[in-house]
C-alpha cells in the first residue's frame, strides 16, 4: 500500500524536478556546424548524468481519520502551507488514491542531498522547537497512520514528451524486482515500454526507483493521463503490439518480475504549492 503511492509525485512536481536541472534536462550550448575554425571552442556536451546525480524525492503516506478528513484538509490549506514555505521549503505536491486505499494521501518534496536532515526540520525552523511541538501534536490528531520514506526518479529509463502538459492523473505500477534481476527490468523499459509509448504518442510515464525507507529491489512506474476516460483505452503495450506481442512480453518478465500492483491516483493541487514560473511572475 506504501510503496503504490509514491509515484504519483510524476505530475507537476516530477516535472519541476527533473527539467530544473541542465544536466537532467540534457541542455546544452549548441554551435553551428559551419562555425570558423578561429572562433573559441564550444563548451562540452553535458555528459548523461549517473544514476546517484538524479533527483531524489522524499515521500510521506499519510492515511486520515475519516471523520478528520475535512478538519485535515483546511489545516494543509491554512496552516501547514504557510508554515512549511516559512521554513523554507519551495515546493510540496500532493495525491491522493483514486482507486484503492480510501484516505490516503502521498505527500512529496524534493531532497537535496540527505546531509539536510542533519539540521533542523523546516517546522522547526518556521516555528521554533517551543511552537514546532505544539504543531505536530495537532497535526498527529489527524493521522491514522503515517510512513515516509526516499525514492530516486530515473530519468533514464522516463518518458516525458511534452513537460508542459497538464497529467493529473496516473496508473501506478508497483513492481518487486528479483535480486540481481533490475538490469533486465531497465532494458524491458528501454526497449519495448518506451518504443511503445512513443508510437502511441501517450503522456508518457516516469520510473522511480527505491531508496530508504521500502524495498530497495522496487521499481514504480507511473503512466500518466489527462482524465480517468484515458483508463478505457487499455495498455499502451497491448495498443500498440497487440494482445499476442504483448502477453509475449510479459512472460519475458516471469523471473525478473516477483509482483506487480497496480492502483489509480490524482493531484489534489490545492494541497501543495511549487515555485512560480517566470511568465507567472510578470
Known amino acids: 500500500m506504501i510503496r503504490r503511492i509514491l509515484v504519483a509525485c510524476t505530475f507537476g512536481f516530477l516535472l519541476g524536478v527533473v527539467y530544473s536541472s541542465p544536466v537532467l534536462s540534457g541542455d546544452q550550448t549548441s554551435v553551428p556546424k559551419s562555425a570558423p575554425a578561429t572562433q573559441p571552442k564550444a563548451p562540452a556536451a553535458a555528459k548523461p548524468a549517473t544514476t546517484a546525480q538524479m533527483p531524489l524525492v522524499g515521500v510521506t503516506i499519510v492515511q486520515i481519520k475519516p471523520e478528520l478528513l475535512l478538519e485535515w484538509q483546511d489545516f494543509q490549506k491554512n496552516e ?25 494521501y502521498a505527500i512529496l518534496t524534493p531532497i537535496a542531498n540527505y546531509a539536510e536532515r542533519d539540521g533542523d526540520s523546516p517546522i522547526v ?26 525514492t530516486r526518479v530515473r530519468t533514464d529509463l522516463s518518458y516525458l514528451p511534452d513537460p508542459n502538459a497538464q497529467l493529473p492523473v496516473a496508473v501506478v505500477s508497483n513492481y518487486s524486482i528479483a535480486p540481481g534481476r533490475a538490469t533486465e527490468f531497465e532494458t524491458y523499459v528501454k526497449t519495448d515500454m518506451t518504443p511503445a509509448h512513443k508510437q502511441l504518442k501517450t503522456g508518457g510515464f516516469v520510473v522511480y526507483q527505491g531508496q530508504f525507507g521500502g524495498d530497495g529491489n522496487t521499481f514504480i512506474v507511473a503512466t500518466l493521463a489527462h482524465d480517468f476516460a484515458e483508463l478505457d483505452k487499455g495498455p499502451a503495450i497491448v495498443r500498440a503490439y497487440g494482445q499476442a506481442r504483448a502477453t509475449a512480453l510479459q512472460q519475458k518478465l516471469a523471473g525478473i518480475v516477483t509482483h506487480v500492483e497496480r492502483t489509480v491516483v490524482r493531484e489534489t493541487p490545492e494541497y501543495g504549492f511549487r515555485p512560480r514560473t517566470t511568465s507567472e511572475n510578470r
Do not use: C, D, W, Y
Open 80 to 104: 501547514v502551507i504557510p508554515t512549511l514555505q516559512k521554513g523554507g521549503v519551495k515546493q510540496r505536491s500532493v495525491f491522493v488514491t483514486a482507486i484503492g486505499p480510501s484516505f490516503e
Open 125 to 150: 525552523k518556521a516555528l521554533g522547537q517551543e511552537e514546532a511541538r505544539a504543531f505536530g501534536q495537532k497535526n498527529r490528531r489527524f493521522v491514522a497512520s503515517q510512513r515516509t520514506f526516499s
